[in-house]
């Protein structure tokens, strides 16, 4: 529903159909579907904290670089995979996996900086933001 709904209001806006079709053929070749929606994540809010879970297959620990500033948690990820597709043989039938950065930003409002854990399993980074009566700024993130 939310595609018609974007359809719709393209054009709406006097958007060509055939070169909105065109444009996303485009970029979908460009970008793979899992660079596209990167950082698939869980947010959970609780009274005392918030809880984020970012799904992050194929990163490593010393990869991942985050901070916290001005109510907004920064995760930035680097993801080295197979990169060499080139089959001397011709065998190589499908290739899927990719590589590249990763980085999203979430608005994390009123939270003890000082206090933010992470830690990172399994191809799964947890963050715990423990929530501020009083408002700071400013904090790098370790990964534990």
Same mark, same amino acid.
């Given at each position: $529903?939310?595609?018609? #709904?974007?359809?719709?209001r393209?054009?709406?806006?006097?958007?060509d159909?055939?070169?909105?079709?065109?444009?996303?053929?485009?970029? +979908?070749?460009?970008?793979?579907e899992? $660079?596209?929606?990167?950082?698939? =994540?869980?947010?959970?809010? =609780?009274?005392?904290?918030?809880?984020?879970?970012?799904?992050?297959?194929? #990163?490593?620990?010393? +990869?991942? @670089? $985050?901070?916290?500033?001005?109510?907004?948690?920064?995760?930035?990820?680097?993801?080295?995979?197979? #990169?060499? @597709? +080139?089959?001397?043989?011709?065998?190589?039938?499908?290739?899927?996996?990719?590589?590249?950065?990763?980085?999203?930003?979430?608005?994390?409002?009123?939270? +003890?900086?000082?206090?933010?854990?992470?830690?990172?399993?399994?191809?799964?980074?947890?963050? =715990?933001?423990?929530?501020?009566?009083?408002?700071?700024?400013?904090?790098?993130?370790?990964?534990?």
């Amino acid at each position: $529903m939310a595609n018609e #709904v974007q359809r719709r209001r393209n054009y709406d806006w006097g958007l060509d159909p055939f070169f909105d079709n065109l444009q996303h053929r485009f970029l +979908d070749s460009m970008f793979p579907e899992d $660079m596209n929606q990167n950082l698939k =994540t869980d947010i959970q809010e =609780t009274d005392k904290s918030y809880i984020c879970e970012v799904d992050l297959p194929g #990163v490593e620990k010393n +990869d991942i @670089h $985050m901070n916290y500033n001005d109510g907004i948690l920064n995760i930035n990820a680097k993801k080295q995979s197979f #990169v060499d @597709h +080139d089959d001397k043989n011709g065998n190589m039938m499908l290739s899927e996996r990719s590589y590249g950065a990763l980085s999203r930003s979430y608005r994390l409002p009123n939270v +003890d900086a000082s206090k933010i854990k992470a830690e990172f399993n399994n191809g799964v980074l947890k963050v =715990t933001l423990p929530k501020l009566t009083e408002i700071q700024n400013g904090s790098n993130i370790d990964i534990q």
